[in-house]
Each structure stands twice: as C-alpha cells, then as structure tokens.
C-alpha cells in the first residue's frame, strides 16, 4: 500500500518496504518529491558512471543498481509510448575506473562491459578514462561500439586498429534518426573534451579543429532537422560546446539544440540560447538525469501524435519549452515517478541484470572485509585540514607508515600526491575490497628524483597549488585535479551567501536561509543545486550539504631529521630529499621544477617501491591499523 501527499509541486510517498535491488544495499528513504516534466521529446541520462553500476550500497539516496535503471528505462517507455511521446536514453561517458565492480576483475571490465551492455542506449560516447589504456580503450572499439552499432559516435575521436594498424574512427562520427513516435528529425553527434592525456593508440582531435572538417560543416547545413542533438564527455561551460553551439548558429540560428555533457561530475543546466540547453547529471550513479523538450517540429511523420493540437504544425521561429531534473538513483524515486511498486516496478530484464551484478560482486569477493573505519573520512564534506578529511588522513597517516624503499631508506623524502587521486569517501564501518577501489581505483606507482635541494622541493607544492598560469594551461590543470574540482573558473558565483571555505562546483551547494521548502516533511541531507534555470532541479528535496575546497596536491614529509632541542615539535630541514610522486603526476612534477630553476628531466627520475601503487597500500594499511 502506498500514501501520497502533495505539496503543490511536491509529492511524498511513503512506501510500505522498498527494497534495494543488490542484497547488502541500504533501503532507500522516503522524502519529497518533484515530479518529472514530461514533454514531447525526454531523454534519460547517465554520464561519469565509473563502474558503480552496483549503486552505493552504503548510501540510501544512490542504492539503486544498473537493473532498476534498466527497469526504469523500460516502464518509462511503456508510458512514453502510451502517451504518444518519445523518450531517448543518452550516455556520456566514463563508465570505467572507480569502483571494485570494474577494476577489481581481471581483466578490467570483465564484467561491467557486459553489465552496461544491457542497457538500450540511444546515443553514446567515449570519456577520457576509456582512453588511459590500449586495453581499454581497445575494448571500447572491439565490445562497447559492437554493442551499441549505429549509436556509438565519435566526432572527433580515432582508434588505431590493433589488426590492421590503420587509424580510423573509433565509431561513426554523427547519426541522423527520426523518433517512432512523434517522428522529430533528429542530427546527433558525440564528442570528446580537448583530452591529451590519452594512450598512444588513440587520436583525439581538438573539437574548434574537427567542426572546421567537411564532414561537418555539410552535415549541419541540412535543413530537414528538427532538432541537433549533441553529447559529448565536454563539461558544459567551455569552449568546446560553445564553439560548437556557434558552429552550429551561424548555419542554423533557428533550430533547437540540446547538448548533454559530463566529466566534473556535478550536476549542471545551461542556457545557450532561448533554444539551446545542456544538461550534465552528476556522477558514480548517484544521479539519473531527465530532460524534456517540447514545442519541437515533426518533420519526420505527417501524421505524427503531438502532445498539444498545434504541436505538429508549430513554427520554427517560436521557442520550444526546455525542462530537466535531477533523479537521485535509488527505488524510492523509480517507484514514484513511474507510479509503482516492490511488486509491479522490477521488469524481467532489470531483475536478470540486477542478479548479474549480484553474482559479479560475490565472484571478485567484494564484500571481503580489510578493517573497519572509525569514523566517516570526507573528500570534500570536510575541511582541509581536519580529523574528518580523507586527505589529512592519507597525508599525515598513511604515507608516512607506507612511503619507504628499503634501497633508499636512510634518505629523508617529500611524497606528493593529486588530490584527484582519492575519488570517494570512507564511511564509518566494514572496509572492503570494493571501497578500497572506490577509494583509489588506479594502478598508479611511484616515481622519485633522488637528492633534490630542500629548498627547491619544499616549493614544490606552493606553485602546483598555485597553478601558475606560466607553468601549465587551463587543460592541464584539468587533468591535474579531481573532476569534481575543476570547475571553478567557468562558472558563475552564486548569489547565496555561503561560507567562503565551501567549494562552489557549478553552483552545486547548499540553499541560502529562507529558501527551504513549503512543508513539514523531515529532509535528508542531500544534493540542492542551483542551475541556469534555478534552485527546483533535483527530483528529491534535501536538506543541503557543504561542500569545501580541497588543494590540487598534498605533501608528506617523512624521515626528516630531528630538530636542534628538544622542546621544539618541528623537525629540522634537510639538504636534500628524494621526491616521491605518484607517477601519474610526473610531467607536472617536472614542469613543476623546471618552473623553480632546476634542469631536472625524465632522466632524472625512477621507479620507487618498485610494483607497489596507491590502492594497494591504502589496502594494506588499513589491514594493520582498522581492526573490527
């Protein structure tokens, strides 16, 4: 049985038993909901998924598996094509690396790729993370293209084939479709950010260079197009979608464009023109996106449904209604949006694939437990430096016990580490296998120059922190930090009074006083976002969460000499140390010291700790240090 409540545009729904899909996941919470806007064309998207297709089991917000979504794709559409309308399923990218799921299988993906490959996607695109690896991205052009043939574009992305060592498109580069529906014309195309940080059997080609291509410049000039669907794993504020909204206006200023983007993990909406929108939905599948648009020509079907009497005739030069949503992704939400329940949500397939998920988890032994945390550690819930940051406890915790290679031992060292290198938090309890993935997913080592002048290395940080305009471009300062940190320069301020220590990622923070909804509902802490078109976006209404600011880097100081008294707690400084870094960092480390004066050069460098990497010791660590 189910009671509903209304609040105006709100609706509460308390379920009786909401189960989640995966066994050991946390049952999601009954709180208010926005309903989603329909309209003539909706689209569901996911982007920046990273293995999590399991949902966060710890989490009740974010508890729903890959099989609810497929359960929720497909109700969806029975409604859509119930009500005459078209719903379009859009995925972005980055559906690899961050959760044990995908990177404790071997080999990587052996079971995600086949997990993901039962969703019916529409359209689809690569991210970086597909990229970092020839394996990966190899299974890209050799399983996920296959599986999504004819959906999978790739503007401006080419693989080298590893048969034929010819280089080609990773996918076609653009799609033309009609909907079956309400037969809207529709030219999609899929692209790829200005990424240089991909393997060398990938070639991505800059986006202002691509659109300048024959190929696309002929392909927007058609003018039987009802509507120019572009993705891409872009975030949505650069200038790679604002060239290719330009591109697109100089040809055809009165056609409507909806872009979806991804890569800094938040949630985002964007207004490019009265016709033009782009939406981003989060990340780790904490969040479902819906957008709407409605008002669109159907050029593809005389005799199309409409959702209004005049929509198929509408004129062009009018402004089509643009709506979106952010769902957060668990049962609770699946359940009211689609009105139904336990009994009548699950559809066969969703079930099967949730029972796939369940038996990946119990064959990689995810749910093996390392040690028990003792208190939540935050990445960017918490400010740094604090007993609650997941950063403070990397630096002044688990490196200065980790960091030491036996053959250098005697030599003092300064460890340096991204903050990007961290993706998730630690909750307080059971450490498994899979959080020490979601935690640290990569399989990066350690690199060091040997006997670097203290007074050169105890610089270091300041200018990686700094980042210095002469140093590095915007794009590589990008690739230095974590998605989610690297946003702040294109967005606005929001006008909200918030404490200056909070991380204001497009806005995505917490509602100003005054601004709580109209009801008595208790709230649970949760995403409040502020957008291009205001503060009512998010399908659930939460209470807001402060998000604070994180540097790029952080350093530890370990075996330094003891200090000259023995009342001072300082240690004294060294002549020189080996700096240690995470390798995935070396090139900025170099630029970094090159920047200071030095003519330090990969010669320089070498392996340190030789076959050890980050997951692995946080790993380690807790196993001697968190016991149950």
């Known amino acids: 049985m189910t009671f509903r409540f209304r609040y105006g545009a709100l609706a509460l729904t308390i379920p009786c038993a909401v189960l989640a899909a995966q066994p050991s996941a946390a049952p999601p919470v009954s709180a208010p909901l926005r309903e989603l806007p329909w309209g003539q064309l909706n689209f569901l998207h996911t982007t920046d998924t990273h293995g999590w297709h399991a949902g966060h089991l710890q989490e009740p917000s974010f508890s729903a598996d890959w099989g609810d979504y497929i359960s929720f794709a497909e109700r969806l559409h029975e409604k859509a094509d ?52 020839n394996t990966s991205s190899e299974n890209e ?80 000039r058609d003018r039987e197009v009802d509507l120019f669907l572009v993705i891409g794993h872009v975030p949505l504020r650069t200038q790679e979608f604002a ?17 979806f983007g991804g890569h800094t993990h938040i949630r985002d909406y964007v207004k490019y023109d009265s016709k033009a929108y782009g939406l981003e939905s989060g990340r780790y599948m904490e969040t479902i996106g819906f957008m709407s ?10 005799n199309s449904m409409s959702v209004d009497a005049g929509a198929s005739q509408v004129a062009r030069v009018a402004s089509p209604t643009f709506s979106r949503r952010y769902m957060d992704n668990n049962l609770f939400s699946f359940h009211q949006h689609t009105d139904l329940n336990d009994t009548t949500f699950p559809t066969e397939h969703g079930h099967r694939v949730s029972s796939m998920i369940a038996s990946a988890r119990e064959d990689l032994k995810l749910d093996k437990t390392y040690g028990c945390a003792p208190r939540d550690y935050w990445t960017n819930r918490a ?25 250098r031992a005697d030599a003092p060292r300064m460890v340096l580490t991204n903050t990007g290198a961290l993706r998730f938090d630690i909750f ?47 794009t590589q300062s990008l690739a230095f930090k974590g998605p989610a940190r690297s946003v702040q320069a294109s967005t606005q301020a929001s006008t909200h009074q918030v404490d200056e220590q909070m991380f204001p990622a497009s806005r995505q ?16 802490a949760g995403y409040t976002t502020i957008d291009d078109a205001g503060s009512d976006g998010d399908d659930t209404v939460h209470t807001p969460i402060k998000f604070y600011r994180v540097p790029n880097a952080l350093e530890s100081r370990i075996g330094f000499p003891a200090a000259a008294t023995e009342d001072s707690k300082e240690s004294a400084d060294p002549v020189s140390v080996d700096l240690v870094y995470v390798d995935f960092i070396e090139s900025y480390i170099l630029l970094a010291l090159k920047f200071l004066g030095t003519d330090y050069a990969e010669r320089d460098t070498d392996m340190y700790m030789e076959g050890r990497d980050m997951t692995g010791l946080i790993a380690q660590w807790v196993q001697e240090h968190w016991k149950c």
């Open 82 to 133: 119930a009500d005459g309308i078209d719903l379009l399923l859009v995925d972005t990218g980055d559906r690899i690396e961050g959760n044990g799921l995908y990177d404790a299988s071997e080999p990587k993906g052996k079971y995600t790729l086949k997990i993901f490959g039962e969703q019916d996607v529409d359209v689809i695109c690569s991210g970086n993370h597909e990229l970092y690896k």
């Open 141 to 220: 052009y050799f399983e996920t293209v296959p599986n999504f043939l004819g959906n999978y574009l790739a503007s401006n992305l080419d693989i080298i084939d590893p048969k034929t060592e010819e280089q080609r498109p990773l996918a076609q580069r653009f799609k033309k479709f009609t909907t079956k529906n309400q037969g809207i014309r529709v030219l999609a195309f899929g692209f790829l950010y200005n990424f240089r940080g991909n393997s060398n059997n990938t070639i991505v080609q800059r986006v202002q260079e691509t659109i300048q291509e024959k190929w696309f410049q002929d392909a927007i």
């Open 243 to 259: 060239s290719i909204f330009k591109a697109i206006r100089e040809q055809q200023w009165d056609v409507a464009i909806q872009f």
């Open 293 to 302: 648009v409605t008002g669109l020509p159907t050029g593809g079907k005389s």
């Open 383 to 407: 400010p740094y430096p604090s007993k609650n940051s997941i950063f403070s406890w990397l630096q002044d915790e688990v490196l200065p016990d980790m960091i030491l290679d036996v053959d």
């Open 428 to 474: 307080k309890g059971p450490f498994t296998i899979d959080t020490t993935y979601t935690v640290s997913p990569f399989t990066s080592g350690f690199r060091y120059v040997k006997d670097v002048p203290f007074s050169v290395a105890k610089r270091l940080l300041q200018i990686i922190n700094q980042e210095v305009p002469q140093l590095w471009p915007a």
């Open 509 to 524: 923070m917490p509602l100003g006083k005054g601004q709580a909804p109209d009801h008595d509902a208790e709230l649970t």
